[in-house]
């Protein structure tokens, strides 16, 4: 049962543009969710979060969208640059599991120059 | 600096054998969490500790333990290993609930 979905396994964009990473969830009871980028060797590193009481959270060129009636979220990445071009997962929780994260299968992000 | 440090970085055995990973946090945080990462795949919860006491059991097979010591280290054991547990295996740092999760480098465990 994968409770958390990344349907793209790999996503290129122009470096300048915009990249637009998606992720769907199946249950309704979580309430935080995350994005981690990992680059090959490395350990997964925190990007953005957001809370379920909120639909739009924002930390400089990297903004996480919450639909919760679509159970969607997406990350937008503006303006791309070259490091960017690493493997992102979504993941989320929920309060009654002691905030364990459920993490989707990741997305392959790769920035053209 | 994700303020987890995670030894050794890799690690070759035969099936058949025990192995332990270990995990140092940064002091202060008191929650630390183990996951396996197989080929391609996405992160799996293995399991939580939180002050010294096991807080939560994801997809950890009997075969495997873990126990956090007083000063907060880790150590993930995982004994009669077979082929299928190659993998990566990694340590993640939390300052509380709803708070993120910050991680090693990880151990990447090679079975022969």
């Not at chain 1, 990992?38 to 400089?60: M, Q, R, V």
């Not at chain 2, 059991?57 to 290993?81: T, W, Y």
Request: charge should be neutral.
């Amino acid at each position: 049962d994968q409770q958390v979905k990344q349907n793209s396994p790999s996503l290129s964009v122009q470096e300048g543009r915009i990249s637009i990473l998606n992720c769907d969830y199946t249950n309704s009871m979580f309430d935080y969710f995350l994005w981690y980028k990992k680059y090959p060797a490395e350990g997964p590193t925190f990007l953005i979060s957001i809370s379920s009481i909120k639909d739009k959270n924002e930390d400089g060129r990297f903004t996480v969208f919450l639909n919760k009636s679509a159970k969607h979220l997406s990350l937008h990445i503006v303006p791309s640059q070259p490091g960017d071009s690493a493997v992102y997962f979504c993941a989320a929780s929920k309060m009654d599991s002691n905030y364990q994260l459920i993490w989707g299968a990741g997305t392959k992000l790769i920035i053209k120059p | 600096d994700s303020g987890v440090t995670q030894t050794p970085k890799h690690l070759i055995t035969a099936t058949g054998q025990r192995v332990t990973l270990r995990c140092s946090p940064r002091s202060g945080d008191l929650s630390v969490y183990w996951y396996q990462q197989s080929l391609d795949q996405g992160l799996q919860f293995l399991i939580q500790y939180y002050n010294g006491e096991e807080r939560a059991k994801g997809n950890i097979l009997e075969r495997f333990s873990a126990q956090q010591f007083p000063d907060l280290h880790s150590e993930l054991n995982l004994s009669s290993l077979e082929l299928g547990d190659s993998a990566l295996y990694f340590c993640a740092r939390s300052q509380g609930r709803n708070q993120p999760q910050h991680f090693g480098d990880g151990t990447r465990l090679s079975i022969l």
